[in-house]
T-cell receptor
Framework: KAGVTQTPRYLIKTRGQQVTLSCSPI?????VSWYQQTPGQGLQFLFE???????NKGNFPGRFSGRQFSNSRSEMNVSTLELGDSALYLC??????????????FGAGSRLTVL | DQQVKQNSPSLSVQEGRISILNCDYT??????FLWYKKYPAEGPTFLIS?????DKNEDGRFTVFLNKSAKHLSLHIVPSQPGDSAVYFC?????????????FGSGTQLTVLP
């Protein structure tokens, strides 16, 4: 069974640009979550999608957005990039979201560097 | 306000000894707790979990203990092996309400010395 696939793995952008990251969940998983990891901050929740609908959103500015397609694949977009957006962006999939014994399976992440 | 805290950024132990990683939480609504392990250039991988109705869960060399009154959990690795060297994240979730997210601690870098 293929795992969670994230593309691209690494990318470099400059301030003011925008970026789109892609995530393909495990087959059969309908929930896709996005997290941002920065040094010393752990993983911060961005948002969660289920059946093409955003169910939850973390405390991030509106420059961060996402969507989910009918095949459960998801994209996240960051507009007007700032230096502080440099981070590892992790996608995780699950059957129905992080609740109880429903474990999230993470991809390897997309490493974004903003210059 | 960090709802899940891992106060030790790093921990070094000798191979064969016990590793104890600690985690504290503040949100009483959390009722499920998980530990993830992360190697460089890889995503976090699930290690072990515990429900709030239990105080201990064991899986091979890994045991998680939960003290609800103290809002504290710990992960014990016995015996520790060099391959266990990684960043360990504690995470929590709540089955109440509509939120379906994990709240993570900031991680503890475990180094097991051969």
């Amino acid at each position: 069974k293929a795992g969670v696939t994230q593309t691209p793995r690494y990318l470099i952008k400059t301030r003011g640009q925008q970026v789109t990251l892609s995530c393909s969940p495990i087959s059969g998983h309908r929930s896709v979550s996005w997290y941002q990891q920065t040094p010393g901050q752990g993983l911060q929740f961005l948002f969660e999608y289920f059946s093409e609908t955003q169910r939850n959103k973390g405390n991030f500015p509106g420059r961060f957005s996402g969507r989910q397609f009918s095949n459960s694949r998801s994209e996240m977009n960051v507009s007007t990039l700032e230096l502080g957006d440099s981070a590892l962006y992790l996608c995780a999939s699950s059957l129905s979201g992080a609740s109880g014994a429903n474990v999230l399976t993470f991809g390897a992440g997309s490493r974004l560097t903003v210059l | 306000d960090q709802q899940v805290k891992q106060n030790s950024p790093s921990l070094s132990v000798q191979e064969g000894r016990i590793s104890i990683l600690n985690c504290d939480y503040t949100n009483s609504m959390f009722d499920y707790f998980l530990w993830y392990k992360k190697y460089p250039a890889e995503g976090p991988t699930f290690l072990i979990s515990i429900s709030s109705i239990k105080d201990k869960n064991e899986d091979g060399r890994f045991t998680v203990f939960l003290n609800k009154s103290a809002k504290h959990l710990s992960l014990h690795i016995v015996p520790s092996q060099p391959g266990d060297s990684a960043v360990y994240f504690c995470a929590a979730s709540s089955s109440s309400g509509s939120a379906r997210q994990l709240t993570f601690g900031s991680g503890t870098q475990l180094t097991v010395l051969p």
